[in-house]
């Protein structure tokens, strides 16, 4: 037999192994561990393959054609299973051309890269679909892109980003859900028979379906297979996995289209968002360190073309509300600037007549009433402090009561004939429309120019509803005019740094971290919420975008009290800021701030390049680790959040260290509740002088974890010993 020759991609963590086919689009093959690595493909077995075709018998019933899963599988020739492709062509009593079948016209790979030109001459389309992995991360971005080569427009209805093989015994998904305050929650699932799948329609990533899914064999956090699929898009968004019925299961995802929302003239395309793709044989965290890595390297653009350290925030939300007088505000900032605060975020109600969330969205000019003198003075303080100045704008909006929809009423996104929909009293502007597009652009620019400001706290707070433009659904030209209107902002101001807040964590994707640099996690700074909600953050995205605020000791959305160590521990390994009045604090309180800022900045390189492992221990205990990428520090963190019947916890295995060098283990914080013992023996020294122990030992070993309190955390640093 003549042995088929495979296309084989490869990174650091992922094989993608497919066979050519010159009916259509190559065959998928293989999407897994690296060809040969311990219980892969191998690299032989590539060598000398058999084809996939005839190579099972043909079950009675069948179609003689059977088709296998391509790259792009479609509908209408014999294959039942979701098509990658849904769409057709409006003609005089019906619609045309929804049955489809691509022939390959080129197929270009080399090691990293697949690119495949397909058309399908009786439909009249062509169809390009590219693979693409990056060599160190392993991360695999894919996308397609359809173009109409037929005279009548080609009405679009679905066209998958991907569309990849699950191996058998695949068949746990980790999903994400979520609502306001309580982003990310992770979902684990089994799969059966049925389809599994999540659309989301509200017009922006959303709070309640992020756009990412992870399927794998257990799912462990350090074992088991693990893909992860993500889509870096900030719009609709579709994933589903299907079984199919050889033991497989595909798993999709793409743009979730509204009826009619994409239609190709002829010589039109339309390309889909790309999705990113990791596996991983060791669990969760190794599929998670992949998309760190490809994020830092190639998602996220900082200015300078360098992550400068994280300064720590102080966000005026909670301290002030809309309730807004400069020389307050300049107090607060002084205050702030005393604990270590690096940045001051003037947010919601400095602009004109914005008193609370009823009114003003639109009107992009400081509030002559509270700001008599403009924002300049209550900036230059905060300059003179020494601290770098944000603001809050929510560009996408228009509130019924400004000026600008006074005199633009059209300007906002609305169906003829039907009503319009707020939320948050407020409605979303048309940006497809250029005039707004525009008056945004000038509006902040206006702002960045007149004023010295390093940073913008990018809001959007409400689902796009009625999202029509000119009658049509307009969800994808309004996601990619906010796209448009951001990279012009950059060009226009290269040094500025974006944050992306939706109510918190609403709009965190690949997509928009192309253009910002931070996401507000959640408005939720309950320390135990944030526990779950960080912790589904950050299997997509690494902790140095991940907002995380010190919020008040009564939280404002949960009513939840907790002392300032648990807020803080919690806080810590993200990007750190505070939500609070520091001006409240009494003096034991503002000290242990000081503390806990000064360990943040001691500790942010570490987090913010390092290597990161997460863990639960039954659902009272959730950890995290992070090891530097030269391996010389670690920081760890061990979070108690509620009572158990366990008397002693387990040591905790530090991973990442080098088992030949020697480091300084040093308890940085650990709970002092009265009933709890004093520590004494090990813990007492590791928590006054710290110990020098060896990589090995703190990898098998680990170290000693003292007795928590429910709501508690210690935090535990690791350097090199290098005396
Ligand atoms: C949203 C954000 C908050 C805050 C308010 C201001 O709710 O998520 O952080 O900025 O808007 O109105």
């Known amino acids: 037999m003549q042995a088929t020759r495979l296309i084989h991609l490869s990174g650091a963590t992922v094989s993608l192994v497919l066979e050519p086919n010159t009916d259509g689009a190559p065959v998928w093959r293989y999407f897994g561990a690296p060809a040969g690595s311990d219980g892969s493909l191998s690299v032989s077995g590539l060598a000398d393959a058999w084809p996939a075709a005839g190579a099972q018998p043909l079950p009675p019933t069948m179609l003689e054609n059977d088709p296998p899963l391509t790259l792009l599988p479609t509908h209408g020739l014999g294959w039942f299973n979701q098509p990658a492709l849904a769409g057709s062509r409006a003609a005089d009593g019906g619609d045309l ?3 489809h079948d691509f022939r390959p016209d080129d197929v270009q790979w080399d090691e990293h890269t697949l690119r495949v030109e397909l058309s399908d001459d009786v439909a009249g389309l062509g169809m390009t679909v590219v693979y693409s992995v990056e060599p160190e991360s ?3 971005s894919a996308w397609a892109e359809l173009d109409n080569r037929a005279d009548t427009p080609f009405r679009l209805d679905w066209l998958a980003a991907a569309c990849v093989p699950l191996a058998p015994g695949m068949d746990r998904v980790l999903g994400f859900s979520g609502k306001w305050t309580l982003e ?12 599994w799948r999540r659309d989301n329609r509200r017009g922006r990533t959303s709070h309640d379906s992020f756009p990412g899914v992870i399927a794998g064999s257990t799912l462990g956090d350090d074992d088991g297979t693990a893909l992860g699929a993500h889509l870096g898009w900030s719009g609709n968004h579709t994933i589903l996995i299907e079984p199919l019925a050889d033991g497989r299961r595909q798993l999709q995802i793409g743009e979730w289209l509204a009826p009619g929302e994409v239609v190709l003239a002829r010589g039109e395309r339309y390309r889909t968002p790309t999705a990113y793709l990791a596996f991983s044989a060791r669990g969760l965290n190794a599929l998670s360190a992949s998309f760190h890595q490809f994020v830092r390297q190639h998602v996220l653009a900082w200015p300078g073309g360098r992550m400068a ?4 925030h102080l966000n005026t939300w909670e301290a002030v509300y809309c309730k807004h007088d400069p020389d307050d505000l300049m107090s607060l900032a002084t205050s702030a600037a005393e604990v ?3 940045r001051f975020v003037l947010d919601d109600g400095w602009f004109h ?6 009114a003003a969205l639109g009107d992009w000019w400081p509030d002559a009433r509270k700001y008599p003198h403009g924002l300049a003075p209550l900036i230059e303080h905060v300059r003179t402090l020494g601290m770098q100045f944000g603001l809050w704008v929510e560009p996408e909006m228009v509130s019924p009561d400004s000026d600008l929809y006074r005199a633009h009423p059209d300007w906002a996104m609305h169906l003829e004939g039907r009503p319009l929909v707020t939320g948050r009293h407020q409605l979303v502007l048309d940006l497809a429309n250029r005039d707004v597009e525009d008056y945004l652009f000038d509006a902040l620019d206006t702002l960045l120019r007149g004023h010295s400001i390093d940073y913008l706290k990018w809001d959007m707070n409400r689902d796009l509803a009625t999202a029509g433009h000119r009658g049509r659904a307009a969800y994808r030209r309004q996601t990619d005019a906010c796209y448009r209107l951001l990279a012009r902002l950059r060009a226009a101001h290269p040094a500025l740094e974006i944050e992306s807040c939706a109510s918190g964590g609403g709009r965190a994707d690949y997509g928009m971290l192309a253009h910002m640099h931070r996401v507000w996690t959640s408005d939720s700074n309950d320390a135990l919420t944030r526990i779950g909600i960080q912790r589904g953050f950050l299997r997509f995205f690494p902790p140095e975008v991940m ?4 919020g008040p000791a009564v939280s404002h959305t949960t009513g939840r009290r907790h002392d300032m160590a648990f807020r803080a521990a919690v806080a810590v390994p993200g990007h750190l800021g505070l939500e609070m009045d520091v001006r409240m604090l009494d003096p034991d309180e503002r000290a242990e701030l000081v503390r806990w800022i000064g360990l943040f900045k001691t500790w942010r390189d570490v987090a913010h390049s390092g290597t990161l492992r997460q863990g639960e221990a039954g659902a009272s205990l959730a950890w995290l680790q992070i090891a530097a990428p030269d391996r010389s520090a670690a920081l760890i963190a061990i979070y108690r959040r509620r009572e158990d019947t366990d008397r002693y916890i387990a040591p905790m295995p530090v991973k990442g260290l080098d088992p030949m060098r020697r480091y300084r283990v040093q308890i940085l914080h650990m709970p002092t509740a009265p009933h709890y013992a004093k520590p004494s023996g090990l813990l007492a020294t590791l928590a006054e002088r710290g110990l020098v122990l060896s990589g090995a030992t703190l990898g098998d070993l680990g170290v000693p974890v003292p007795p928590l309190p429910p709501e508690s955390a210690v935090v535990i640093g690791c350097t090199e010993a290098l005396d």
């Open 184 to 195: 990310f929650q992770e979902n684990r699932e089994t799969l059966g028979v049925a389809t």
């Open 340 to 342: 270590g605060v690096e």
């Open 138 to 140: 392993g991360v695999v």
């Open 353 to 358: 007549r914005r008193d609370s969330d009823r």
């Open 547 to 550: 907002g995380a605020h010190i």
């Open 309 to 312: 350290p994280r300064p720590v």
């Open 97 to 99: 051309d929804w049955a």
